[in-house]
């Protein structure tokens, strides 16, 4: 069973950052995709950001690219997403996710250009930690 815990998250004013933190349960992040997805309240669970840790192929969604980047400390087994220019419709819940299957981040970014939204296939969620953007 792979353990993920979040961090990072709070309450940042519009224009500002923060740096959510993943922490991965894995003896090696090597094989791994890393996503990071977001909720917003009443909104369905949306892709922001995937990478596939063997060669380092990401995905950012359109809303976040230019102002999100995500990285690895492969020796502390985190995974990072480096948040900037925050606007308040970035807020929700930030989930990371980790899959074994090396073509994870290549179906998220199709289930999100597709608009379905359904993510249920990738099979470790860590709990969460909420992002509030607001002057």
């Known amino acids: 069973q792979v353990h993920l815990v979040e961090s990072g998250g709070g309450l940042v004013r519009p224009g500002g950052s923060l740096r959510l933190s993943c922490s991965v349960s894995v003896p090696s992040l090597d094989n791994y995709a890393i996503g990071w997805f977001r909720q917003a309240p009443g909104a369905d669970r949306e892709a922001v950001s995937c990478v596939r840790i063997s060669d380092g192929n990401t995905y950012y969604a359109d809303s976040v690219k230019g102002r999100f980047t995500i990285s690895k400390d492969s020796a502390k087994n985190t995974v990072f997403l480096q948040m900037n220019r925050l606007k308040p419709e970035d807020t929700g819940v930030y989930y990371c996710?980790?899959?074994?299957?090396?073509?994870?981040?290549?179906?998220?970014?199709?289930?999100?250009?597709?608009?379905?939204?359904?993510?249920?296939?990738?099979?470790?969620w860590g709990q969460g930690t909420l992002v509030t953007v607001s002057s």
């Open positions: 996710a980790a899959d074994g299957r090396v073509g994870t981040c290549t179906v998220v970014a199709g289930t999100a250009a597709a608009g379905t939204n359904d993510y249920s296939f990738v099979r470790n």
